[in-house]
């Protein structure tokens, strides 16, 4: 398993770089966020063996019991799936970011729960760039009131926006999506110098997505394999 996971990886930082090298990024400034949901400890340990640093994890259950069981590590955790309002405390205590922010309410909640953890997290405004009814999201329109919002939070950093563009065959919608974000992550930047990071681009499309802005990936089957 390990010699697998370093290939697969191996692969990974070499598409990040042929993308960088092609639209003259410097590949050190892409964050890497290893996708684990439903990957075994195992499976983390040996990515983190590899240097992998950053894992993303949809559910909050998960979160915490890997959370808790690689505590030892110097690892980060991002929570990047929807937040339901009753799983707050459990991200609160687990997460080092959070990817999903989208309603005022888990915005409030979110805050005052670290700040009786005296903690601060790292978060992202989930925006639903592609107006599907089936994600979450706030809409474009709505970014610098919901932004302010979180820029006010005391507990909260704002670090940017994360978006998931709608899954089509059509290469050229997607890429108009990933433009529209980086066009909202450059407003959001003039306001807010210090939320740098648009999280943007997956195991299918993480190449075009460095092309067009992104600064932060996450990229999970191509590490891990395909869940089961």
């Known amino acids: 398993m390990q010699k697998e996971l370093e290939n697969n990886l191996e692969i990974v930082n070499s598409s990040i770089e042929l993308a960088c090298d092609s639209s003259g990024i410097n590949?050190?400034?892409i964050l890497l966020i290893a996708v684990s949901k439903r990957k075994s400890l195992d499976h983390i340990k040996s990515v983190i063996k590899i240097g992998?640093?950053?894992f993303g994890e949809n559910y909050s259950q998960e979160l915490q019991e890997k959370?808790?069981?690689l505590a030892l590590e110097n690892?980060?955790?991002h929570f990047i799936g929807p937040i339901q309002s009753n799983k707050i405390k459990i991200i609160a205590k687990h997460a080092h970011w959070v990817h999903s922010l989208d309603r005022e309410?888990?915005?409030v909640k979110l805050n005052d729960q670290c700040g009786v953890l005296n903690k601060t997290i790292n978060g992202l405004i989930q925006i639903n760039i592609s107006n599907e009814s089936s994600k979450s999201g706030i809409a474009p329109a709505?970014?610098?009131n919901f932004a302010k919002l979180v820029e006010n939070s005391k507990s909260i950093n704002l670090k940017g926006i994360m978006v998931l563009p709608k899954l089509t065959d059509d290469i050229e919608e997607t890429k108009s999506m990933m433009r529209l974000s980086k066009d909202l992550h450059d407003k959001l930047v003039k306001l807010y110098p210090h939320a740098s990071y648009l999280s943007m681009g997956t195991t299918s499309d993480f190449q075009m997505a460095i092309k067009c802005g992104s600064n932060m990936l996450r990229i999970g089957e191509l590490i891990f394999g395909k869940r089961l």
């Open 27 to 29: 590949s050190k400034d």
């Open 52 to 54: 992998v640093t950053n």
């Open 67 to 69: 959370s808790e069981e």
């Open 75 to 77: 690892i980060f955790w």
């Open 105 to 107: 309410s888990v915005v």
């Open 142 to 144: 709505e970014m610098e």
